[in-house]
């Protein structure tokens, strides 16, 4: 069982892979492609404009990130450890932060800096 959490922008239009991973880096985390669309990828290759799933290696093991309209969804095994959970949260957080969007949770959406804060992230 996989667990997700969905960040949501305005429009249709979702972050660019490179602002992700820009933002990923200021919570101290490097993310490297793994996977694109099912394939395998070079760490520091650039997925084509009409990607719809990577495959994010993180410190903390490895995240997939689903985009659709207006989404990204980063998910993970629900048996996940801690050092994976806190790199989910920080994918997520930079997936909302480069794009300004708002992390879907049950309690209702929440922008980047309140995520952050649930999270106990320090972004730079």
């Known amino acids: 069982m996989g ?3 969905t ?3 305005r429009d249709e239009a979702t972050p660019s892979w490179e602002a992700v991973r820009d933002q990923l880096a200021r919570v101290g985390e490097v993310g490297h492609l793994r996977m694109i669309d099912g394939l395998p990828a070079f ?3 650039r997925p084509p404009d009409d990607w719809t799933e990577l495959r994010v290696g993180t410190s903390g093991g490895m995240v997939t ?3 659709g309209p207006g989404t990204l969804t980063c998910v ?3 048996t996940s450890d801690d ?3 806190t790199a ?3 994918l997520t957080w930079a997936c909302a932060e480069a794009g300004g969007g708002v992390v879907e949770l049950p309690g209702g959406a929440i922008g980047a800096d309140e995520f952050a804060r649930l999270a106990m992230l320090s972004p730079a």
């Open 65 to 67: 990130v689903r985009r």
């Open 83 to 85: 050092a994976l959970r």
């Open 88 to 90: 989910w949260a920080k």
């Open 3 to 5: 667990l997700q959490q």
């Open 76 to 78: 993970i095994w629900g």
């Open 43 to 45: 760490p520091d290759e």
């Open 7 to 9: 960040v949501r922008f």
